[in-house]
C-alpha cells in the first residue's frame, strides 16, 4: 500500500531524516520506533505532504505521491493524527468531526448553506466508534489531553481514510486512557480494515499490536522486521531495547 524508498529530508544543514525506508501492507499494523529526535514525526509528514523531501519516493497504492500537497495526500486515502493535539478547541467534539467530514465531501462551513445539517450519520458513527459520544457537545478545549488525543483520531477517521497514521497515539495518556486506545486501534483495524502506521515510545503497545516494526535512529531505518525479529535483533538491542530489556 505504501512504499517509502530512500526518503531525505534536511533542515539548514541538519539531515533530520536519511536514506529512510519503509513498507507498509494493506491490513497491518506497523510500529516507527526509535530514540526522541529519531525523524519519526518528520517521516509521518513526509508521507502526508507537511514536508517535501530532499530526495527520494513515496508511493501509494501504485502511485507516485512524493512532493504533492498535503489536501492532495488526505483527498488520495492517507490521514495524519498529529503528535501535538490539534483540535479546533472552541468547537464542540461533533463539530471537530464533522468538519473533517465535511471537507472530506468537498463542503466547507459557509453563510450560504446549513453546512450543519450535513454529513451527521457519518460524525455520529464515528463518534461511537470512538467511544466518544457522550462527549459530542463538549467543547473540545475542555476535554482532558487524553480524550482530546482520542478526538484527533477520530478527526483523522473523517476524512475516512484507508491508511491512518498515529503519530504517538498515547502520549500523555493515563494507562487506562492508553489501555482503551490499544483496543480501539485493534478494532480500527479488524473490523473497519483500516491499515496502520503508527510511533510509539511503550514498547509494550508497539510489541503488543505491531504486525512490523521499523527501527529508525539518527534519520536512517536501520530495520523492517517481525516483533520477533527486532526483540532478537543484536544490533536494535545495543542500540534501543538494551535498556528496557
Ligand atoms: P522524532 O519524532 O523521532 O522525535 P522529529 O522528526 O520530530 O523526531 O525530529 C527529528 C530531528 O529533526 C530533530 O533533531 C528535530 O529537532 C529536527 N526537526 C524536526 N522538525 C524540524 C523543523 N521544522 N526545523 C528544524 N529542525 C527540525
Ligand atoms: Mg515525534
Known amino acids: 500500500m505504501l512504499r517509502v524508498q ?9 539531515v533530520a531524516v536519511n536514506e529512510a ?33 530532499d530526495k527520494g519516493k513515496i508511493v501509494f497504492k501504485g502511485e507516485d505521491i512524493t512532493g504533492l500537497p498535503p489536501y492532495k495526500i488526505c483527498s488520495k486515502g492517507i490521514s495524519l493524527s498529529f503528535q501535538i493535539v490539534n483540535v479546533f478547541p472552541r468547537l464542540t467534539v461533533f463539530e471537530n468531526v464533522q468538519a473533517a467530514a465535511l471537507s472530506h465531501q468537498r463542503r466547507t462551513f459557509n453563510l450560504f448553506s446549513a ?13 461511537d466508534s470512538m467511544g466518544l459520544s457522550r462527549a459530542a457537545d463538549r467543547i473540545s478545549g475542555s476535554l482532558s489531553h487524553g480524550e482530546q488525543k482520542v478526538l484527533e483520531i477520530a478527526i483523522a477517521l473523517g476524512n475516512n481514510p484507508e491508511l491512518l497514521i498515529l503519530d504517538e497515539p498515547t502520549a500523555g495518556m493515563s494507562p487506562e486512557e492508553t489501555f482503551a486506545t490499544i483496543g480501539l486501534i485493534n478494532r480500527l483495524t479488524s473490523e473497519m480494515g483500516l491499515t496502520i502506521l503508527f510511533c510509539e515510545h511503550d514498547m509494550e503497545l508497539v510489541f503488543s499490536i505491531a504486525d512490523r516494526i521499523m527501527v ?11 516483533p520477533e525479529e527486532i526483540r532478537n535483533n543484536k544490533q536494535v538491542q545495543d542500540a534501543y531495547l538494551g535498556g528496557a530489556e
Do not use: C, W, Y
Open 6 to 14: 530512500g526518503v531525505e529530508k534536511t533542515f539548514d544543514r541538519f
Open 21 to 53: 525506508n519503509l513498507e507498509v501492507e494493506k491490513g497491518q499494523v506497523v510500529a516507527v520506533i526509535g530514540p526522541n529526535g529519531a525523524g519519526k514525526s518528520t517521516l509521518f509528514k513526509l508521507i502526508t505532504g507537511h514536508h517535501k523531501p
Open 115 to 127: 453546512a450543519s445539517k450535513f454529513a451527521v450519520k457519518e460524525t455520529e458513527d464515528i463518534l
Open 216 to 226: 529508525m535512529h539518527q534519520g536512517v531505518s536501520i530495520i523492517q522486521a517481525t
